[in-house]
């Protein structure tokens, strides 16, 4: 017996309890923001969007099916993975616009809000584009890595100069980034660049992250739910728009887990996977929240790095024969443990608790 189907015997049904839990803890942590934070209202399009989120996807999967948008599994990856081939795809087309537009309509006078609602639905098609791509030329490659990273630039580029015009970059303050015990890193024009880094490597890192039934999604939810929480508990009145929309987008992976648990019947494609990270970023940017981001989204860092160090230390040692050494056993990091032994399902729960106790150092650790 195979160390993958002990550990489904072992644990059987686990994602749907693993997910419901985890849907209650940010649940519970909203609903106690709202009960002791002033002006945090939280639960409601937390609860909203997951409900929303769940419907939409349950009516769409079939259709998707019917359309024939099955993923194409690379061939290079895990082999018990290729029994996902044919899942549909391209589920972020299906909530990714509820985030959105509940989260938009929380606070509809809040100028920022266009703006981060904009660039995320860019990248949303962006990934949607990418997604079609391969589907239509059956690989699991749509647009080449450059074509994409220009797009993605090329959107980045115009939300910044859009921000920069409403003086929003630094949370108000253009070109200062906040850390932990008040210390204030004044970057002057150097926001830019930075900026620009910001959206093309945690929209990627999101992508890399989308690997495993559910653990894209659930860390999703668990990062848009912290940030959330840490814009309540900043300042003297937090920011609840921001806030709303953070709880939002939480509420839509939560509902998108109904179907993405395992064993997924929906896949969120680049479509949502780049989105989550555009949407990430944005929200980062404009409340002067990239320290938290960066504790916050541990996860999404360790798969990014993990790809970054696999590709470094395999060209830095590549002999005659042109093989080199492999720092993990896979990449990205998900990989890594899945091939040592530990079921899908049981990876995916670790990677969702390191995310849970990420965004309490996140909240102990506030700029």
């Known amino acids: ?24 803890l940010l649940l519970a942590a909203c609903a106690a923001s709202d009960r002791y934070v002033a002006n945090s209202m939280l639960t409601l ?21 019917r359309l024939k948008l099955g993923q194409v599994i690379r061939e290079d990856g895990p082999q018990a993975h ?88 630094g949370g108000g303050e253009a070109g200062n980034v906040a850390l932990p015990f008040g210390w204030m890193v004044p970057l002057g024009l ?22 495993l039934d ?56 680049d479509t949502g996977s780049l989105a989550m990270g555009a949407a990430l970023s944005a929200v980062a940017l404009l409340s002067n929240s990239l320290w938290p981001l960066l504790v916050m989204g541990g996860v999404f860092l360790a798969e990014s790095v993990s790809v970054i160090l696999q590709v470094w230390v395999f060209k830095a040692t590549k002999g005659p024969d042109g093989q080199g050494r492999r720092l993990f056993r896979m990449a990205p990091l998900h990989h890594h443990f899945e091939l040592g032994g530990l079921g899908e399902e049981q990876v995916v729960i670790r990677f969702w608790g390191a995310s849970l106790l990420l965004v309490v150092a996140g909240l102990v650790l506030l700029p």
Request: net charge positive; glycine share 12%; proline share 6%.
């Open 82 to 169: 290729l029994s996902k081939a044919g899942t549909p795809t391209m589920g972020g087309l299906l909530v990714v616009p509820v985030g959105v537009i509940l989260g938009g309509l929380l606070s509809p006078s809040d100028p920022r809000l266009p703006a981060v609602a904009a660039i995320t639905l860019a990248y949303m098609a962006i990934g949607a584009i990418d997604d079609w791509r391969s589907l239509t030329r059956s690989t699991n490659t749509g647009l080449t890595p450059r074509g994409k990273l220009l797009l993605q630039g090329l959107a980045a580029v115009l939300f910044l100069v859009w921000a920069y015009q409403g003086q929003w970059l």
């Open 1 to 24: 017996m195979t160390s993958t189907a002990s550990s489904r015997r072992l644990w059987p049904g686990n994602s749907r309890r693993a997910a419901v839990l985890l849907g209650l």
């Open 45 to 65: 399009p937390l609860v909203a969007a997951a409900l929303i989120a769940a419907l939409v996807t349950a009516w769409g999967v079939p259709r998707l099916r």
């Open 190 to 211: 150097a926001i830019w660049p930075l900026g620009l880094f910001v959206f093309l490597a945690e929209s990627n890192a999101t992508n890399l992250t989308d690997g």
């Open 214 to 269: 559910g653990l894209a999604a659930g860390c999703g939810a668990v990062v848009f739910t912290g940030l959330g929480l840490q814009l309540m508990l900043r300042g003297h009145e937090g920011d609840p728009a921001l806030a709303g929309f953070c709880v939002a987008m939480a509420g839509c992976w939560l509902g998108f887990l109904a179907h993405n648990r395992h064993p997924a019947r929906l896949f969120m494609g």
